[in-house]
């Protein structure tokens, strides 16, 4: 969205018609209806009682989609939900305004959408089964639950679109939309900790700048000082002798002694 002020005054009033939405509560004009409700929303209402009714009726087997399970949830209980939300705005303005990020429209949409698939699902199974084994299993409650959702869906999602209904949507007033439905934020990747630099083999590492506050030294090259005392000495053994005989003879470049070499002959 951009921040610049409009070079034209008349810009922000362009940009918000009366068919599309007001911005202040004293703009909102009544429209007219029946018995407190619009066209649209009393179409929703008796197309749903339809429905409501209907699914009490043996679907398959004897038994109603209300007795078969969870099966009920969504072609039946989510559209009830969505009826009952829309008839309780008109009596309480207030109250309830969405469903999650969803206003009541919005999840009315949704809630018949979804009933909607269930029963076109049920209508490909049936004729599915039709063409295979040549027997129909979706009566007649099923044909008119298919219809009714149908109806719902054409109320709800293409109604901005329709004429006689998309006067519902228009003059409405223009509010803030829930923070779950706000455009999401650009995503970068998280900037990585710079690592110091290893010191190369044979310099010694760079000062780190803390203070020395106990140095003890535990080993004089191949010499292991162990549990030596502070103060105190003790005699090298043949071991360390020849290992400090070694360590000087090659640092010095002599070679071993002739004796040494014929052992290692």
Same mark, same amino acid.
């Given at each position: 969205?951009?921040?610049?002020?409009?070079?034209?005054?008349?810009?922000?009033?362009?940009?918000?018609?009366?068919?599309?939405?007001?911005?202040?509560?004293?703009?909102?004009?009544?429209?007219?209806?029946?018995?407190?409700?619009?066209?649209?929303?009393?179409?929703?209402?008796?197309?749903?009682?339809?429905?409501?009714?209907?699914?009490? $009726?043996?679907?398959?087997?004897?038994?109603?989609?209300?007795?078969?399970?969870?099966?009920?949830?969504?072609?039946?209980?989510?559209?009830?939900?969505?009826? $009952?939300?829309?008839?309780?705005?008109?009596?309480?303005?207030?109250?309830?305004?969405?469903?999650?990020?969803?206003?009541?429209?919005?999840?009315?949409?949704?809630?018949?959408?979804?009933?909607?698939?269930?029963?076109?699902?049920?209508?490909?199974?049936?004729?599915?089964?039709?063409?295979?084994?040549?027997?129909?299993?979706?009566?007649?409650?099923?044909?008119?639950?298919?219809?009714?959702?149908?109806?719902?869906?054409?109320?709800?999602?293409?109604?901005?679109?329709?004429?006689?209904?998309?006067?519902?949507?228009?003059?409405?007033?223009?509010?803030?939309?829930?923070?779950?439905?706000?455009?999401?934020?650009?995503?970068?990747?998280?900037?990585?900790?710079?690592?110091?630099?290893?010191?190369?083999?044979?310099?010694?590492?760079?000062?780190?700048?803390?203070?020395?506050?106990?140095?003890?030294?535990?080993?004089?090259?191949?010499?292991?000082?162990?549990t030596l005392p502070v103060g105190k000495s003790?005699?090298?053994?043949?071991?360390?002798?020849?290992?400090?005989?070694?360590?000087?003879?090659?640092?010095?470049?002599?070679?071993?002694?002739?004796?040494?070499?014929?052992?290692?002959?």
């Amino acid at each position: 969205m951009s921040t610049d002020i409009p070079d034209n005054a008349d810009a922000e009033n362009e940009a918000f018609l009366d068919d599309d939405g007001v911005l202040y509560d004293e703009e909102v004009t009544p429209e007219f209806g029946i018995l407190g409700f619009t066209l649209r929303e009393l179409s929703i209402v008796g197309v749903w009682l339809i429905a409501f009714v209907v699914s009490f $009726f043996p679907l398959t087997g004897g038994t109603s989609i209300w007795g078969a399970g969870i099966q009920w949830i969504l072609p039946i209980g989510v559209p009830t939900a969505a009826v $009952f939300l829309l008839v309780l705005r008109r009596f309480s303005p207030d109250g309830i305004r969405r469903v999650g990020s969803l206003g009541i429209d919005q999840f009315a949409s949704v809630a018949f959408t979804v009933s909607a698939v269930t029963w076109i699902s049920a209508l490909w199974s049936s004729i599915a089964a039709a063409i295979e084994f040549g027997v129909w299993t979706l009566n007649w409650v099923g044909i008119v639950q298919l219809l009714a959702s149908l109806a719902l869906v054409a109320l709800t999602v293409f109604a901005p679109i329709i004429p006689g209904l998309k006067e519902d949507f228009h003059g409405r007033l223009v509010t803030l939309a829930h923070r779950n439905a706000n455009p999401v934020r650009p995503v970068i990747a998280r900037p990585r900790a710079e690592r110091p630099a290893r010191p190369h083999a044979g310099r010694p590492a760079p000062p780190v700048g803390h203070p020395v506050t106990e140095l003890v030294r535990r080993q004089f090259g191949p010499l292991h000082l162990g549990t030596l005392p502070v103060g105190k000495s003790r005699e090298l053994t043949k071991i360390e002798l020849g290992a400090l005989l070694t360590l000087s003879r090659r640092d010095s470049g002599v070679d071993a002694a002739p004796g040494q070499q014929q052992e290692n002959e």
